[in-house]
């Protein structure tokens, strides 16, 4: 089969929907789509681009219990894969518990960010706030060969087939899945060892748990890092040696958190805090360093330095924009989505093992974010980080950046007005040999043209434009995390064809 639609899903959301995160480039698909060979629309596939693009959205089929926020929706993965000169597409929802609980319900049973828990219309729930839905449709990561989806507040991990789409079900760690925290999103996968590093937070002391799961897929190492109290991590990173951690000053109001009310303030007078800890260490081995007040969504990458660590991230200048009554009222309740309201720059920081001193410094003057690396450099010196640029007041990409973190030097490309891209990944070539020999790959919603396009860059060549334009089935939800993963690390790989892909997939459409 070529094209075909392989899953149908009723949505209750209302046909006059207005909100912008559920509209416009954001509104959510019904259908799942298996082609086996997209439409060239400008260039020609590389041949030397062998392996997998995914992206992970927020796609709701319901509406809110009262009042949605972006991060609410269900997961739907979207996959780009590159192999022997062609170019297939699937999008397959994520079977959570929670997706298949409200899709027998026909609506909505947990609340949202934005609302309270009383709301809950079950006994149970997942996140650091409790009684969340475990959405799982953050991020995606790629470990030993399966894909995994995770949601930031905290959940399950799913693990997800990379060819087909599909869900195999939770991840367990071969038993030892911490249940009771859950993971949150951005785990790392160290390409170098196999491992992957992940964290997870909690209303309940010590607040935050590092785990770090092998080669095998065996949890071998979990351990507290105690915090002060509640806090919202929402990313870590690490080197070849350390793990890093965060507590900010954005996190949720103390008072208002003793009534259950869940509202995150910026306390302008507390420094930001970081933890290293040797990989396998605990928390008497943990080093505490202070830095300008700040928070950051995501880390680029960390590395040794001598005797330091040297952490890179999007410093934000203003994480609780303040209210100007400007804009719409929907930019105004989002405005703390948007890149440009809260000043987010590429900055880096230099933490001292030995002297426990922390410097930092600003490496771009450009507002940007969702930045991404050569995996195969992560946790190692590294020299290029690839990033998005937004439409001002809205959670919208509106072109791709490329920081030369050594010299200073940007590459950009700015989509069309009214296209909107996704988090790129970078995908090495088939025996590539410097760090930014290879691909740039990244979906867009195409408000112009109804459609949307897979992109494929020349790493070191952005500003060039696309070497290669794909047509996808239909126009797709706008969307955030993504990841690459090579040809060499799918299971049986150049063994699959569409047949074999087909065995098990289209499920139950509702």
């Not at 209303?203 to 915090?227: E, F, I, Q, W």
């Not at 569409?498 to 459409?509: K, M, P, T, V």
Request: aromatic share 12%.
């Amino acid at each position: 089969m070529d094209v075909e639609i392989v899953g149908k899903f009723l949505s209750t959301l209302p046909e006059d929907d207005d909100h912008p995160y559920r509209s416009g480039p954001w509104r959510p698909q019904t259908t799942e789509w298996h082609d086996d060979d997209l439409i060239i629309v400008e260039g020609e596939i590389p041949a030397d681009l062998d392996g997998i693009y995914l992206r992970n959205t927020e796609n709701p089929l319901h509406p809110a219990l009262k009042s949605y926020h972006p991060f609410d929706g269900d997961a739907m993965l979207h996959i780009v894969g590159f192999r022997d000169g062609k170019a297939f597409y699937r999008n397959r929802f994520v079977r959570t518990e929670a997706f298949e609980a409200e899709n027998d319900a026909g609506g909505p049973l947990w609340p949202g960010l934005a609302e309270p828990l009383s709301l809950a219309r079950v006994d149970h729930g997942w996140g650091a706030r409790t009684l969340l839905k475990d959405a799982s449709s953050t991020d995606v990561v790629v470990h030993r060969g399966t894909a995994l989806t995770s949601f930031y507040q905290c959940g399950d991990l799913y693990r997800i087939n990379p060819y087909t789409g599909s869900t195999l079900g939770r991840e367990t760690f071969n038993g030892r899945f911490p249940a009771d925290w859950g993971v949150s999103a951005h785990p790392k996968v160290d390409d170098r060892t196999d491992e992957m590093l992940f964290f997870n937070y909690s209303k309940r002391s010590p607040y935050l748990h590092y785990g770090v799961v092998d080669a095998n897929n065996d949890l071998v190492h979990y351990v507290d890092v105690p915090l002060p109290g509640p806090r919202l991590p929402h990313d870590m990173a690490f080197t070849r040696n350390y793990a890093i951690f965060n507590d900010f000053p954005l996190f949720w109001d103390p008072e208002l958190l003793k009534n259950d009310v869940h509202v995150a303030r910026f306390h302008r007078d507390m420094p930001s805090r970081f933890a290293v800890l040797p990989r396998r260490g605990d928390a008497a081995d943990i080093r505490w360093f202070e830095a300008d007040p700040t928070f950051v969504l995501h880390f680029t990458n960390a590395y040794e330095d001598g005797d330091e660590i040297v952490l890179d991230g999007f410093f934000q200048g203003d994480p609780e924009p303040a209210d100007t009554g400007d804009g719409s009222r929907w930019q105004r309740a989002f405005r703390f989505l948007a890149l440009d309201r809260m000043q987010s720059r590429l900055h880096r920081w230099r933490l001292n093992m030995l002297t426990g001193a922390a410097k930092e410094e600003p490496l771009s003057d450009s507002i940007s974010e969702f930045g991404t690396i050569n995996a195969g450099h992560g946790g190692e010196p590294y020299r290029y980080a690839y990033a998005a640029t937004a439409k001002p007041g809205w959670f919208l990409f509106d072109g791709l950046i490329r920081h030369d973190v050594l010299t200073g030097v940007e590459q950009r490309h700015r989509f069309a007005d009214g296209v909107y891209g996704s988090e790129t990944a970078m995908a090495p070539r088939r025996g590539s040999r410097a760090e930014d020999d290879g691909y740039l790959i990244t979906l867009t919603t195409d408000m112009n043209a109804d459609a949307s396009y897979c992109l494929v860059f020349e790493a070191a060549r952005l500003a060039d434009g696309p070497v290669c334009k794909l047509q996808l089935p239909e126009r797709i939800s706008s969307g955030t995390h993504a990841t690459w993963v090579s040809g060499s690390a799918v299971r049986r790989w150049h063994q699959m064809d569409s047949a074999a892909d087909a065995i098990g997939l289209a499920g139950a459409g509702r």
